[in-house]
């Protein structure tokens, strides 16, 4: 009895030989592996803007100086600081302008001349209204009589009261306008106390800004180069897709098998690529291989 008939349906001559290059790129390129460490994620190194600001930053809290990672620029350690705030140095002096003896420093270098010389023309016009006296005591008939005694010891004692107040009252002068300097001084140090934080924390958050926007220019450029290296290490891949595409459409938009042969069996049997093109444009069509 006789072998019984095979019937071999076959694609276009063009587009077999297409599927069999299409096949063997696709199993030479997927054969070797991608390198990703081009396009690998990167985050971008904090920059000499951010650090400063950090430096001050730490300044500001009485810290000492930060050392920097030299690749990444992140913070690593921070050396030994006088753990004084930026502001403490005006509260202290603030605190100096506080105590009993503070306004001994605002005292006028010229205050004893004042009162010497204030007391000087004094003495000259008591001396002056003293030689007076004689004349009153002639002039009231009592001179050289215990009534002119009398009145020599008491403008004697009256000068010297007064010489004294006078005095005093300089010395207390002096002393207020001291106090009251003293008092003006320690305000001026506790407003710079104040405004000391607010101008330091402005200059960080300055630097801090420009290195934030430093450093998202800096991301942009690598996810940028990250994502050309990955488009272009697919690239291959993208023009494989096409052409599969390209093949499956031409496929698909044949109506029938371009040759058909019968044979017997015993004359022997198809390609295994062929049966595989045959099967599956008999079945699904050869571009659902490609993804159709």
Do not use: C, H, W
């Amino acid at each position: 009895m006789a072998d019984p008939a095979v019937t071999i349906s076959k694609p276009a001559p063009y587009l077999e030989a297409a599927g069999e290059q299409f096949i063997s790129a696709v199993t030479g390129l997927t054969g070797k592996p991608i390198d990703t460490t081009a396009f690998a994620p990167q985050v971008a190194g904090q920059n000499v803007l951010t650090q400063a600001a950090q430096q001050q930053a730490a300044t500001q809290a009485g810290l000492g100086t930060l050392q920097f990672d030299p690749t990444t620029g992140a913070v690593t350690g921070v050396g030994a600081g006088t753990g004084v705030a930026g502001y403490q140095p005006f509260l202290q002096q603030a605190a100096a302008y506080s105590g009993p003896q503070a306004y001994q420093q605002f005292m006028s270098p010229y205050q004893q001349e004042v009162i010497d010389t204030s007391l000087a023309e004094f003495d000259k016009q008591r001396a002056i209204a003293q030689q007076q006296l004689p004349a009153q005591a002639i002039a009231a008939g009592a001179f050289g009589g215990g009534r002119e005694g009398v009145q020599r010891a008491e403008f004697g004692a009256q000068s010297l009261q007064d010489r004294a107040l006078l005095q005093a009252q300089l010395l207390q002068q002096g002393f207020g306008q001291a106090q009251q300097a003293a008092a003006q001084a320690q305000q001026q140090q506790m407003g710079l106390a104040s405004l000391q934080p607010s101008l330091a924390q402005a200059n960080i958050q300055s630097l801090g800004q420009a290195g934030t926007g430093n450093l998202a220019y800096q991301q942009a450029v690598l996810d940028a180069a990250a994502q050309g290296a990955q488009m272009s290490a697919y690239e291959p891949y993208n023009r494989l897709q096409f052409l599969g595409s390209a093949i499956g459409g031409m496929l698909s938009g044949q109506p029938q098998a371009y040759m058909t042969s019968t044979t017997p069996s015993s004359a022997g049997t198809a390609s295994p690529l062929s049966s595989a093109l045959s099967s599956a444009f008999g079945v699904y069509g050869l571009g659902s291989l490609f993804g159709r």
